[in-house]
Nanobody
Framework: QVQLVESGGGLVQAGGSLRLSCAASGRTFSRYAMGWFRQAPGKEREFVAAIRWSGGTTYYADSVKGRFTISRDNAKNTVYLQMNSLKPEDTAVYYC??????????????????WGQGTQVTVSS
């Protein structure tokens, strides 16, 4: 069983920054791929960013590329999402997720086995 706890959400003005954290339980965290997803009211959950177990390979949605950075600290069992140049359209509940089966494709919700409870990010214009 893996438990994920997100933190770092909040209210920020457009152009501002936030850093989300996701703390994971489990001794084999370093072997998981991790992803960030978001869901705005009335919309489907969408991919934001993902990172392979080694941290050497990252993926981003086109809408956040160049503004968001995903990283991980395997010693701390934590994955981060640094969000810069935030826009009102980034407003959503952000979820982190863990893929424990080393899926080939990690840019969709389907392969992820565990999910956090979510943290609200609100960007005002």
């Amino acid at each position: 069983q893996v438990q994920l706890v997100e933190s770092g959400g909040g209210l920020v003005q457009a152009g501002g920054s936030l850093r989300l954290s996701c703390a994971a339980s489990g001794r084999t965290f370093s072997r998981y791929a991790m992803g960030w997803f978001r869901q705005a009211p009335g919309k489907e959950r969408e991919f934001v960013a993902a990172i392979r177990w080694s941290g050497g390979t990252t993926y981003y949605a086109d809408s956040v590329k160049g503004r968001f950075t995903i990283s991980r600290d395997n010693a701390k069992n934590t994955v981060y999402l640094q969000m810069n140049s935030l826009k009102p359209e980034d407003t959503a509940v952000y979820y982190c997720a863990a893929d424990v089966h080393m899926a080939l494709v990690i840019t969709t919700p389907r392969p992820y086995d565990y999910w956090g409870q979510g943290t609200q990010v609100t960007v005002s214009s």
